[in-house]
């Protein structure tokens, strides 16, 4: 009880407003003091993040160069190749026709002479030659066309 009459000695208006308003104040200060603290551990952790992700777009982006390197490189190897076998498909093309024409030009000289040795030891001219076979798909034409029902007579 003795606080009680001390503090009512101050006077009506003396101290208890003052200690209120100097409470006040430090409780603003500590409040300020711990906000400015959760405020700089934020900045710090955002920061810290920053430079994480910066650590790690650098690495990807070194990932990716690499892979796009490779990339190039094996296609780069792929159209020489590309352009090899392209080379070498046109020369077999190239050798294949030169081949079916002597063939074609072969085939008429033998002919020929066939002719003139048959001519020269009295044969006479060279019997025809059978007819090939028609191809599968001459053939199903053909037996199709026989097979379709004539259609009425109209009147």
Avoid at 15 to 21: H, P, S
Avoid at 51 to 64: S, V, Y
Avoid at 102 to 112: C, G, I, L, W
């Amino acid at each position: 009880m003795a606080s009680k009459s001390k503090s009512s000695k101050k006077g009506p208006r003396g101290g208890g407003i003052q200690d209120l308003a100097e409470a006040g104040q430090q409780l603003v200060a500590g409040a300020s003091g711990r906000a400015e603290d959760i405020l700089r551990r934020a900045r710090d952790s955002v920061q810290e993040t920053v430079k994480t992700l910066e650590k790690r777009r650098g690495e990807e982006m070194k990932n990716l160069t690499a892979r796009l390197k490779d990339v190039n490189i094996s296609v780069s190897g792929l159209e020489r190749r590309y352009q090899t076998l392209e080379k070498r498909f046109e020369k077999q093309i190239k050798t294949l026709s030169n081949r079916a024409v002597k063939a074609t030009d072969f085939e008429k000289r033998v002919r020929s002479l066939e002719g003139e040795i048959r001519r020269l030891a009295g044969l006479g001219d060279r019997p025809p030659v059978a007819p090939s076979p028609p191809s599968r798909a001459a053939t199903s034409t053909r037996r199709a066309r026989t097979t379709a029902p004539t259609p009425p007579p109209t009147s």
